[in-house]
């Protein structure tokens, strides 16, 4: 049964940085798709960025783009976020998710979840 764990989340001003990990228990056939998503209370739950296994392509929401970067390191079943100038509404438990086939990076299209790790911007 595949696995994730995310870790890196944490308190932050805004303008600074963090980056967040997770890491698969194994990178099979389920796992062509790693997206990151985020949740706060009260809201629906986001995609904000994924990328694909097969073709190294990635997609970010506008929100972020240019303040965020994933990257995937298939040796170590890790992929991560960077995440540069937060800003107080990024604040959120952030999820990292896999999917079997290269998908839209939207939550219902994805299989296996992990528990999240609480991402906090404040001053």
């Known amino acids: 049964q595949l696995q994730l764990v995310e870790s890196g989340g944490g308190l932050v001003q805004p303008g600074g940085s963090l980056r967040l990990s997770c890491v698969a228990s194994?990178?099979?056939?389920?796992?062509?798709?790693i997206g990151w998503f985020r949740q706060a209370p009260g809201q629906e739950r986001e995609g904000i960025s994924c990328?694909?296994?097969?073709?190294?392509?990635?997609d970010y929401a506008d929100s972020v783009k240019g303040r965020f970067t994933i990257s995937r390191d298939n040796a170590q079943n890790t992929v991560y976020l960077q995440m540069n100038n937060l800003k107080p509404e990024d604040t959120a438990v952030y999820y990292c998710?896999?999917?079997?086939?290269?998908?839209?990076?939207?939550?219902?299209?994805?299989?296996?979840w992990g528990q999240g790790t609480q991402v906090t911007v404040s001053s």
């Open positions: 990328i694909s296994r097969t073709d190294g392509s990635t």
């Open positions: 998710a896999a999917a079997g086939s290269v998908v839209p990076c939207v939550a219902y299209e994805y299989d296996y």
């Open positions: 194994e990178f099979t056939l389920d796992t062509d798709a």
